[in-house]
């Protein structure tokens, strides 16, 4: 099955002390290559979610957005009782001096600098917000599973009917072949029998033919034909495997159009011109979904 490398996916879950939300999001490349976005709190799960990400994605640019927010409890923040005495010794006396006996607000002298400070662990944070992490990421990448094969599929049905469409071209081609051979061979005999009548030159006729069947040699697009059929039946097992094939399929790609480029130069037909032309629109085509297949 033909998977796409582009493709979208994003799930949220959330318990009571924890919530996280992750998108994720792939680009066409020859590699994989990946990028995790708002990890700066829990940068030890990198390698984690890389990880998971792997078993789902082979090639692409991949980016996850990934948003962890954590419910606020007490035991998370401390006051730190040596500022905040120190604010206040500063406070009275700078009241003193300037004559003001009004004490301040309890909760204006919490807001300032260095008061409240927040308990953190990066690494137990991070130990105890993986297992929802991992969950929500591997719903995300599901979906965003799901999303590629069903384009996969398109690109499948999609690929199918250009390979027929050569397949159709390549067969006419093979049915005009042997008349483009004979047609250059008496051609070639007649202009070389006038050219030795012309300058009354005799020449074994073993050895005329000989040389007529070298230069007709240059014609003969049988082997091409061969190997084209034999690329578009690799193409077509290369779409049943269960993984997808999209490195093997690029290849046969370009060996699809070399077959066809070679045929069309060799031959020197108009009508095996014009069915070439189809041929490597169609190839074109195919060239361009290739791209996206994973």
Not at 161 to 177: D, P, R, T, W
Not at 252 to 257: I, S, W
Not at 281 to 290: G, L, N, P
């Amino acid at each position: 099955m033909l998977l796409s490398m582009t493709g979208y996916g994003d799930a949220h879950l959330h318990t009571e002390e924890i919530s996280a939300s992750v998108e994720v999001r792939s680009v066409n490349n020859r590699y994989f290559k990946l990028a995790v976005r708002g990890i700066e709190l829990f940068s030890g799960l990198e390698s984690q979610i890389e990880a998971v990400t792997r078993k789902f994605i082979n090639r692409g640019t991949v980016t996850i957005n990934l948003r962890v927010r954590q419910v606020a409890t007490a035991d998370r923040y401390r006051i730190d009782s040596a500022v905040l005495k120190g604010y206040l010794h500063q406070i009275h006396e700078l009241g003193s001096q300037v004559g003001l006996t009004e004490t301040p607000h309890i909760d204006s002298v919490l807001q300032l600098p260095g008061v409240v400070q927040e308990n953190t662990d990066t690494d137990d944070e991070s130990i105890n917000a993986w297992p929802l992490i991992e969950k929500v990421l591997h719903t995300a990448l599901e979906k965003f599973d799901a999303m590629r094969r069903h384009e996969g599929e398109t690109t499948t049905q999609d690929l199918r009917n250009n390979l027929s469409l050569i397949a159709q071209h390549l067969e006419s081609i093979e049915a005009k072949a042997p008349e483009v051979v004979s047609g250059y061979r008496e051609r070639m005999s007649d202009r070389v029998n006038k050219v030795l009548e012309e300058f009354d030159v005799t020449v074994d006729p073993a050895t005329l033919l000989r040389e007529v069947a070298i230069f007709t040699d240059r014609v003969n697009i049988s082997e091409e034909i061969v190997r084209l059929k034999s690329h578009l039946g690799q193409f077509e097992m290369f779409l049943t495997q269960k993984e997808s094939t999209g490195r093997k399929l690029d290849f046969l790609t370009q060996e699809l159009f070399r077959e066809t480029n070679t045929i069309g130069s060799k031959a020197n037909d108009a009508e095996i011109a014009k069915a070439v032309v189809e041929m490597k629109t169609a190839i074109e085509k195919i060239r361009e979904q290739v791209q996206n297949i994973e």
